[in-house]
């Protein structure tokens, strides 16, 4: 029976085992909407006593999903400590878990729930070339992240050096200076922190035309490196 | 007499067709200009009048565009039902439905002049090169969409669960930091949000490291796109 | 006299000749810096008086330096209304008109002096490269540009839409949302204008999804024109 | 003794080498975080003095490597005058400077004790190839890099020209309108100045729609450079 059950659900071809995925996935992705709308401050008892009772029909759903792929497969224990098989596992334990104990002050539990977003990752092939991607050009990047956190600690410092008189509060050591050094290196510059000294804004023009090559290098190799990986794939196909 | 008018108004080679297609496309451009400078608070009565005067004969005019086009056209019901028949009938029909019924409830039905540029597309060639170039990418760019909201949404609960505390008003839900996430990864950075606490503050740091790319990497894989499509397109030439 | 001297003062090879072209550029340069120092509002009348001082004696250089490739020059109506010619003449007529008549109040006559800094374009090779880039891919500039311009256009008037009623001063008319949309699209983000309904921000979202790509990618076309005219030189100069 | 000794320390290949070799990193790291520590201002007493004798302990460590390097090198003048040699002098020098004197006065001294950064350098191979590839394009940086100066200038004097009487203090000179041209060129945007009159904003428009594209190609270059690069090196691996 469980040869003939397990193409039906966990296979890749046949119309039960798509219906059966599909109908996970959506499950996957409106338990994260409900896990969203949750967080609303002002959320009526009638609305809060609803999403509990849709957690808890997920939860069921995802047990029976982990039962029946432990069931299924062919080599039980490499599924449990599988990656798929450890994603399952947490995306459902710690409901277990706090049914048990009392774990209200372990806040970050609440958090695990946020792993059934990892679940979806089984249905993206794309995932794999992009991986590609990365281990092509993953030397340079590792270079190119020093150099950007070597330039990074250096606008640090070199900031506190110029500001710490001028604004004690703000720029009070090396380490409160790396805010001032994230927001302007990424360009983000929300305004909160910023050089008010002469010498602090002219440090800051040239931390920003070295920096900025510096940040913004990586992305164009990971682009370059995608575009590669795709040729180089058509031109597998095509051979 | 409609095969010897078709060409000089609707065709592409001859003198009289280009006139009347450059006298729409002036129209088009000065009843949007006027479509702007009439959302001005402190028009007076005088420059209101002239506009509304304006907007009548721009109606005008692409009331009688559209009576010819679908006069002249040799197949007149698909002329009705194609992009260009649709829009034209968009960007007039809110006017004669505005004379029979008091619409001034429907603010909505107000931008609908707007479709007055679509009408523009029809004079783009080159519009047909970035749809192919999209084309040519767009497993890619689906596949980092993807990636850039997965960021987008792990950002958003990440900032919640650090600064609720210490800002309950601005992280007051992870809808509320939907906002946040993205002033911070576009690097937009209004100012109007930030983290102030410590682990905010670090959080932020992992978060541009790995979103700047993932947000980054979609524009670049399009340029790349292009650049192939133009030089598929010289070798075609060249061939 | 004049074909003996000529090669001596504006000719490429003999270093007399460049000895007086750096002469010239330094003295651009040192003329650029007065003219910075001279807005400076706390200046003492002494070094208000010596830059005046130095601009008469930059002045006098460079209209001797007119006169001289005048004289020296052998197709004269030709050097006088080429773009060097005009350039040279423009920097140093303000100075004599205002010599005569009473300028004061014409203010943009002030900015005519930063005319000088296109005298540094004629020690400029590269710069002829920069243009071949341009023009490479001029078609494709015009396309994005006009991608951009209709991009930044349909984010004004939508923010309008959505922020009007709650901020009638800062979103007063499309006209006014124009600064909005340039601040977001550039990812400048000075953070004096930024909306606050729920609507304007998934507005925004939309909007910075569909703008950055159409913002960002003209930058990755010109550098991808700019390795093609590199590639396109090194390969003439193999062959 | 020393013919036996060189390899098992500053050797490449045996075991003892890489050994002190890591250790001598850590420490680097260590010292350099302990330097990050110390600039916090409300530090107890106790853990200053452990600051302090940690400081001890690696300038001594510091001193015997460089004394050991010394002895141990063949061409010991030669050893001296190195980049490597100079970088670990520069290191230890100041802590001995410093009790023979009293240098509290030369604040500057204090961001000698950074030098050690460079100490690690040394184990960094990749850094040739950005050198390589920094080279390739250098022509091409050095135009971008005057086109980004010119730009950068023409934005501070337009700017100030149109915002001078509406915000005095802010943009007094040309001088201080830099800082509202560096904020804006390069996307930070702090938000502390921008302009407040239409010709302002109209004039920004048109120096970012210019000015992104001259400060976003360099990095766009050094990119390509760097694949170039990796090509090459690869190229080289095969043939």
Same mark, same amino acid.
């Given at each position: 029976?469980?040869?003939?059950?397990?193409?039906?659900?966990?296979?890749?071809?046949?119309?039960?085992?798509?219906?059966?995925? /599909? @109908?996970?996935? =959506?499950?996957?992705? *409106?338990? &994260?909407?409900? $896990?969203?709308?949750?967080?609303?401050? +002002? #959320?009526?008892?009638?609305?809060?006593?609803?999403?509990?009772?849709?957690?808890?029909?997920?939860?069921?759903?995802?047990?029976?999903?982990?039962?029946?792929?432990?069931?299924?497969?062919?080599?039980?224990?490499?599924?449990?400590? /599988? @990656?798929?098989? =450890?994603?399952?596992? *947490?995306? &459902?334990?710690? $409901?277990?878990?706090?049914?048990?104990? +009392? #774990?209200?002050?372990?806040?970050?539990?609440?958090?695990?729930?946020?792993?059934?977003?990892?679940?979806?990752?089984?249905?993206?092939?794309?995932?794999?070339?992009?991986?590609?991607?990365?281990?092509?050009?993953?030397?340079?990047?590792?270079?190119?992240?020093?150099?950007?956190?070597?330039?990074?600690?250096?606008?640090?410092?070199?900031?506190?050096?110029?500001?710490?008189?001028?604004?004690?509060?703000?720029?009070?050591?090396?380490?409160?200076?790396?805010?001032?050094?994230?927001?302007?290196?990424?360009?983000?510059?929300?305004?909160?922190?910023?050089?008010?000294?002469?010498?602090?804004?002219?440090?800051?023009?040239?931390?920003?035309?070295?920096?900025?090559?510096?940040?913004?290098?990586?992305?164009?190799?990971?682009?370059?490196?995608?575009?590669?990986?795709?040729?180089?794939?058509?031109?597998?196909?095509?051979?």
């Amino acid at each position: 029976m469980r040869a003939r059950l397990r193409p039906k659900v966990i296979g890749s071809g046949t119309l039960s085992a798509r219906i059966c995925q /599909s @109908f996970i996935q =959506i499950l996957i992705v *409106l338990s &994260i909407i409900a $896990f969203t709308v949750e967080t609303l401050p +002002d #959320l009526s008892p009638a609305a809060r006593s609803t999403l509990r009772n849709f957690e808890v029909f997920v939860i069921s759903v995802f047990t029976l999903e982990y039962l029946l792929r432990f069931w299924l497969s062919e080599k039980r224990v490499e599924f449990v400590f /599988s @990656f798929y098989g =450890i994603t399952d596992l *947490l995306v &459902i334990l710690p $409901f277990y878990l706090q049914l048990g104990l +009392d #774990l209200r002050s372990l806040r970050i539990l609440w958090l695990f729930r946020l792993f059934r977003l990892f679940k979806l990752v089984r249905y993206v092939d794309a995932a794999k070339r992009i991986g590609d991607a990365f281990r092509l050009v993953r030397v340079d990047l590792a270079v190119f992240g020093m150099g950007a956190l070597f330039v990074f600690y250096l606008a640090a410092v070199g900031i506190y050096f110029f500001e710490r008189d001028a604004q004690p509060d703000t720029f009070a050591s090396v380490i409160h200076s790396f805010w001032w050094a994230l927001a302007t290196l990424t360009t983000v510059g929300y305004g909160d922190v910023y050089p008010v000294t002469m010498g602090g804004k002219i440090f800051t023009f040239f931390t920003l035309m070295i920096g900025l090559g510096v940040f913004a290098v990586p992305t164009g190799l990971i682009t370059m490196a995608i575009v590669s990986t795709r040729e180089a794939t058509l031109n597998d196909d095509a051979s």
